[in-house]
């Protein structure tokens, strides 16, 4: 929310290990997005799993970082 608050960042990517968790997520900070603009709220991009490019200079959120890291070492580090 900072960072969408500050501009700091032109995209954001938030990557989850599930759907479960993302609409968890989601949900629990719906109420904190009438603190931005929509303009401000498209740049966030929520992702299921590592299968994506991240765009050039975005921040990159790993909700449970720990699953991927277990999950599967190389990619991880090779998204990273």
Known sequence: MIVLLCGSHKKIHMV??????MKRDKADFENLLVLVTESESDIVDNHV???YKPTEKALVIVDEADYFMFENPLKIKLFL
């Open 16 to 21: 989850f290990p599930n759907e479960k968790l």
């Open 49 to 51: 799993g590592i299968a």
